[in-house]
């Protein structure tokens, strides 16, 4: 089964608009065809990345569908425990948690649109890959 840890931006997208590729790579975590890890970390920032005001402002979430949403995450995801802390991105060092949780939950990929994730294209045996591409991917394993 592919493991992928999807970054707060990704989260959020999915929850924003049933259209693209966040909300389709969600889609296919519902149907069974993905794992995804989280961490305390992970869920932490995609809380409160959720409710910065410029996203209230604009699709004025209510708070029991954002619980709802992080309650299905909790539940049916899979919470990593990050043992290795790493600094590998300078630039923006809170999507090293990305990482952690992608080694410690055993994933190989972390699906991002975060630039500085992007650039590392790989970090050991994890694939960073954007939304889209990660859709692709899927899409192909699917046919294979």
Not at 75 to 87: F, K, N, T, V, W
Not at 131 to 141: I, Q, V
């Amino acid at each position: 089964m592919i493991r992928a840890v999807l970054d707060a931006n990704v989260l959020i997208s999915a929850v924003l608009s049933t259209k693209g590729s966040p909300a389709a790579i969600l889609a296919c975590w519902q149907e069974g065809r993905l794992e995804i890890v989280v961490s305390e970390a992970i869920l932490k920032e995609t809380e409160r990345v959720i409710h910065y005001p410029r996203i209230q402002g604009h699709y004025q979430l209510s708070e029991e569908k954002i619980e709802r949403f992080l309650g299905l995450l909790r539940r049916y995801a899979i919470l990593s425990e990050p043992q290795e802390q790493i600094d590998v991105v300078q630039a923006d060092p809170s999507d090293n948690r990305y990482l952690e949780a992608a080694m410690a939950g055993e994933a190989s990929y972390v699906v991002s649109g975060d630039r500085h994730l992007l650039d590392l294209q790989r970090y050991r045996d994890i694939q960073i890959l954007a939304p889209n591409e990660f859709m692709t991917f899927l899409k192909l394993e699917r046919k294979g």
